[in-house]
T-cell receptor
């Protein structure tokens, strides 16, 4: 099993550019989510999904879009990059509703917007 | 929603000493409390968790305690080693919820000096 695969690992964007961060999991997890990590701010939830076709906003959704067309994939789109979106992004997935609710994280994407 | 507060934000200890990190939560419906360790440049990984029907759980040098009445839980690391240096995150969730959200604290940077 690959677990959670997140790409790319590093990215530099110019202000106004758009891009998609990819996230895929092979554990048949219902729940997938995107976090951003900034110094001193912990892990802040951007968007999450509880199953294919179902997405919802987290704490900091502005400037980001998601979709969940399959159980495996949960891409994060930056619509028009801004310097405030410079951050480290993590995708995470886990089972829902049962006792095994360990969240598995992807390797992270370090994004710089100039 | 749930609010998780974590203290201290930084902690320095001498090798061999103990380290304690404390978290409080606000939602009495939360019943699952995991702790994640994030080494420099790596993804967060689960190190230990506790459920609300248990007051304490140990795994070798790490232990977690939970006080449901006071709504706080703590991570205890004994006989610290330099490889324990990392950022530690506490989290809380309602394990049976179909929403599955994990609410994270802001993290504690633990440094263990040789």
């Amino acid at each position: 099993n690959a677990g959670v695969t997140q790409t790319p690992k590093f990215q530099v964007l110019k202000t106004g550019q758009s891009m998609t961060l990819q996230c895929a999991q092979d554990m048949n997890h219902e729940y997938m989510s995107w976090y951003r990590q900034d110094p001193g701010m912990g892990l802040r939830l951007i968007h999450y999904s509880v199953g294919a076709g179902i997405t919802d906003q987290g704490e900091v959704p502005n400037g980001y879009n998601v979709s969940r067309s399959t159980t495996e994939d949960f891409p994060l789109r930056l619509l028009s990059a801004a310097p405030s979106q410079t951050s480290v992004y993590f995708c995470a997935s886990m089972f829902l509703g049962g006792r095994n609710t360990e969240a598995f994280f992807g390797q992270g994407t370090r994004l710089t917007v100039v | 929603g749930e609010n998780v507060e974590q203290h201290p934000s930084t902690l320095s200890v001498q090798e061999g000493d103990s380290a304690v990190i404390k978290c409080t939560y606000s939602d009495s419906a939360s019943n699952y409390f995991p702790w994640y360790k994030q080494e420099l440049g790596k993804r967060p990984q689960l190190i230990i968790d506790i459920r609300s029907n248990v007051g304490e759980k140990k795994d070798q040098r790490i232990a977690v305690t939970l006080n449901k009445t006071a709504k706080h839980f703590s991570l205890h690391i004994t006989e610290t080693q330099p490889e324990d240096s990392a950022v530690y995150f506490c989290a809380a969730s309602n394990e049976g919820s179909t929403l599955g959200r994990l609410y994270f604290g802001r993290g504690t940077q633990l440094t263990v000096w040789p």
